[in-house]
């Protein structure tokens, strides 16, 4: 038994570190898998068929996000529901594309070279700057910038790590320790909030106004879910796109030149294609995880149309569509004029990423902050412990 579990373990292993060439085999003869109540969906085409269809594909993170508020929902964790159009309106409201502009670039900006300023030439870029950049933006834009710097980022990054991977009892304790913690952080920074108003204007400010005017959904409880998925759902997340796009940049010397001459005339789109690019050849995640609520027959009419039985678990796998030449040009070479369409990082679909704009404009000011540096030279390999980046040391002339 123990043999047998080495050897699965060993073929797992062997997987998941060769997953771009296993999707790059699967897309050609078994593009929809279906094998244990588990099915696999790598073609862009499928891929999309079912992130579209979020009433058969549902969303299985319910249970874990209830576990996580302490008995209520987030609205990643909710189906198409007049409780998930009114959450999300809510938090739009609060959060403002406008503020993009406005507020976020030049608070991420001045805080990435106040960082880099304060550093002698040497840093690790995730300990000291991309963990710690959207844990401050939360701070400055939400209004919540933690109990201790550190400790809320662990806590968002442990809570994400429970909620989209696999189940661990280890993760799981540590996430729900953390979800106790920031929800009575949370708790005081509302009450502090209400007991000293109209001091600043922020995502809390305008919760606060809203729950003033009366607006359904905006209960001292609710605006704590929806910051506790927000934040889950910001501070991880950026900090391992960032990561990966620069790592990306150092292993690819000729592309990391062309990125530095982009980031030192401000070419703000051609940054977002670097992060864009580096991202789809780096993935975030292997796919997107669903419940498929009734039997369902994907890409149906066609010579890989695959019965999907109700119940099973589904990964729509973003990583290999992102891959795939029938939609993607020559997908294995690094362009930077690719359309938006060949991105799929912030998903797809009802539950497409809330913060998509915030995203293609923090991360981008984050890896443009360190690739102005002259001499800049990465250290020693980026080291992971899965599924997060934890260390990437640079050193540069300032
Ligand atoms: C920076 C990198 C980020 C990545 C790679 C990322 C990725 C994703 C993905 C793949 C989804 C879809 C999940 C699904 O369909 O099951 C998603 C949804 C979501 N993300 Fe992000 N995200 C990022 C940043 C952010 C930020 C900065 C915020 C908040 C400001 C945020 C908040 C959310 C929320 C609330 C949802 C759920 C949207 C809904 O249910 O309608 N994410 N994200």
């Given at each position: 038994?123990?043999?047998?579990?080495?050897?699965?373990?060993?073929?797992?292993?062997?997987?998941?570190?060769?997953?771009?060439?296993?999707?790059?085999?699967?897309?050609?003869?078994?593009?929809?898998?279906?094998?244990?109540?588990?099915?696999?969906?790598?073609?862009?085409?499928?891929?999309?068929?079912?992130?579209?269809?979020?009433?058969?594909?549902?969303?299985?993170?319910?249970?874990k996000?209830?576990k996580v508020?302490?008995?209520?929902?987030?609205?990643?964790?909710?189906?198409?529901?007049?409780?998930?159009?009114?959450?999300?309106?809510?938090?739009?409201?609060?959060?403002?594309?406008?503020?993009?502009?406005?507020?976020?670039?030049?608070?991420?900006?001045?805080?990435?070279?106040?960082?880099?300023?304060?550093?002698?030439?040497?840093?690790?870029?995730?300990?000291?700057?991309?963990?710690?950049?959207?844990?401050?933006?939360?701070?400055?834009?939400?209004?919540?910038?933690?109990?201790?710097?550190?400790?809320?980022?662990d806590a968002?990054t442990n809570m994400f790590q429970y909620l989209f991977y696999p189940d661990d009892p280890e993760v799981e304790k540590k996430a729900l320790d953390a979800a106790?913690?920031?929800?009575?952080?949370?708790?005081?920074?509302?009450?502090?909030?209400?007991?000293?108003?109209?001091?600043?204007?922020?995502?809390?400010?305008?919760?606060?106004?809203?729950?003033?005017?009366?607006?359904?959904?905006?209960?001292?409880?609710?605006?704590?879910?929806?910051?506790?998925?927000?934040?889950?759902?910001?501070?991880p997340?950026?900090?391992?796109?960032?990561?990966?796009?620069?790592?990306?940049?150092?292993?690819?010397?000729?592309?990391?030149?062309?990125?530095?001459?982009?980031?030192?005339?401000?070419?703000?789109?051609?940054?977002?294609?670097?992060?864009?690019?580096?991202?789809?050849?780096?993935?975030?995640?292997?796919?997107?995880?669903?419940?498929?609520?009734?039997?369902?027959?994907?890409?149906?009419?066609?010579?890989?149309?695959?019965?999907?039985?109700?119940?099973?678990?589904?990964?729509?796998?973003?990583?290999?569509?992102?891959?795939?030449?029938?939609?993607?040009?020559?997908?294995?070479?690094?362009?930077?004029?690719?359309?938006?369409?060949?991105?799929?990082?912030?998903?797809?679909?009802?539950?497409?990423?809330?913060?998509?704009?915030?995203?293609?404009?923090?991360?981008?000011?984050?890896?443009?902050?360190?690739?102005?540096?002259?001499?800049?030279?990465?250290?020693?390999?980026?080291?992971?412990v899965e599924p997060f980046?934890?260390?990437?040391?640079?050193?540069?002339?300032?």
């Amino acid at each position: 038994m123990a043999n047998s579990n080495t050897a699965k373990d060993k073929v797992l292993e062997w997987v998941f570190k060769h997953l771009d060439f296993v999707f790059s085999i699967l897309r050609i003869i078994k593009p929809n898998v279906v094998f244990k109540g588990n099915a696999i969906i790598t073609r862009y085409e499928d891929v999309t068929e079912v992130l579209e269809r979020d009433w058969v594909f549902q969303v299985p993170y319910a249970e874990k996000m209830e576990k996580v508020t302490n008995g209520s929902n987030f609205f990643l964790g909710m189906q198409d529901t007049e409780q998930y159009t009114r959450d999300v309106s809510n938090m739009r409201l609060t959060a403002r594309r406008d503020d993009i502009n406005n507020i976020i670039i030049p608070f991420v900006e001045k805080t990435c070279t106040e960082i880099i300023a304060a550093s002698n030439g040497k840093m690790d870029v995730v300990q000291e700057l991309t963990r710690v950049v959207p844990t401050r933006l939360i701070g400055e834009y939400f209004g919540t910038p933690g109990w201790n710097e550190t400790e809320f980022t662990d806590a968002a990054t442990n809570m994400f790590q429970y909620l989209f991977y696999p189940d661990d009892p280890e993760v799981e304790k540590k996430a729900l320790d953390a979800a106790e913690k920031t929800r009575n952080y949370l708790d005081q920074a509302i009450t502090e909030r209400k007991a000293k108003r109209a001091s600043r204007d922020d995502v809390l400010e305008r919760c606060l106004k809203l729950q003033d005017a009366g607006m359904p959904g905006m209960t001292d409880i609710d605006i704590r879910n929806n910051f506790i998925g927000l934040i889950i759902g910001a501070i991880p997340t950026t900090s391992k796109c960032a990561a990966i796009t620069l790592n990306h940049l150092f292993n690819n010397p000729e592309l990391l030149v062309l990125a530095q001459q982009a980031a030192r005339v401000d070419d703000d789109q051609k940054m977002i294609q670097f992060v864009q690019e580096s991202l789809r050849l780096n993935a975030f995640a292997a796919g997107i995880k669903r419940v498929c609520a009734e039997d369902y027959v994907v890409a149906k009419g066609t010579l890989r149309s695959t019965k999907i039985p109700k119940g099973t678990i589904v990964l729509a796998a973003t990583q290999s569509a992102m891959m795939d030449w029938r939609k993607i040009t020559k997908p294995k070479e690094f362009r930077l004029d690719r359309p938006a369409y060949s991105y799929m990082h912030f998903g797809y679909g009802l539950h497409t990423c809330f913060g998509q704009y915030i995203n293609l404009s923090q991360i981008p000011a984050i890896i443009k902050a360190v690739l102005k540096q002259n001499v800049l030279q990465r250290v020693s390999e980026m080291k992971v412990v899965e599924p997060f980046p934890v260390s990437l040391e640079i050193e540069f002339k300032k």
